[in-house]
């Protein structure tokens, strides 16, 4: 028990730095920034949310909080874009919140659409950055990092309290690393 507190305790520190280097660097830029990735995070983070109150896991909750609010802010910078990206956002939100009013009905089902959800937040920008490796200068490579380490510490949570929470690590771990590695490869080419 010992354990997994130590281990919610860093997961909710980590999820609340993670998605700020992020939100940083798309002031600056929103070049290489996956819209899908920004839809698929808020969404996440709103399933994470009601199956932790669901489940009364305080800490759960807590970590999904900060998140939510960095992807409502990279939300509303890739809005302020193209209007194909605000229509595609505003029904990303709307979908989100029809979603979760209907998951929420069963738990099962709550858990099966966040595990699934969660496990693909990364995917848009790993294809993103996969195809495009050098126009990556509005991707944060330190939020991928501490992606990498929460989802490590979520893993290793999950693990020890509830393996519904330790599921989508298991995809969000390795391409968190794989999309930091091509991150920082990118901008440190741009450089020479």
Not at 26 to 43: C, D, E, K, N, Q
Not at 113 to 134: F, I, K, T
Not at 150 to 179: C, K, M, R
């Given at each position: ?15 609340q ?24 995070g ?44 605000r ?93 930091a ?12």
């Amino acid at each position: 028990m010992m354990l997994a507190t130590a281990l919610g305790v860093l997961g909710v520190v980590l999820n609340q730095l993670f998605i700020w280097p992020q939100v940083a660097r798309a002031r600056r830029s929103l070049v290489g920034l996956s819209p899908g990735t920004v839809v698929a995070g808020w969404f996440a983070r709103v399933l994470w949310s009601v199956y932790a109150v669901l489940v009364a896991d305080l800490k759960l909750a807590l970590g999904q909080v900060p998140i939510a609010l960095g992807f409502l802010i990279l939300a509303v910078l890739l809005g302020r874009g193209r209007v194909e990206t605000r229509r595609f956002l505003v029904i990303g939100v709307v979908g989100t919140a029809v979603v979760c009013a209907a998951a929420s009905l069963s738990r099962p089902v709550l858990a099966v659409v966040a595990v699934a959800v969660a496990a693909v937040v990364n995917l848009p920008q790993l294809v993103q950055v996969l195809r495009d490796p050098e126009r990556v200068s509005g991707v944060s490579s330190l939020m991928y990092w501490l992606i990498a380490a929460a989802s490590a510490t979520w893993l290793g949570y999950g693990a020890v309290t509830d393996w519904v929470i330790a599921l989508p690590h298991l995809v969000l771990l390795p391409s968190g690393v794989i999309v930091a590695v091509i991150a920082t490869r990118g901008r440190a080419a741009g450089r020479t």
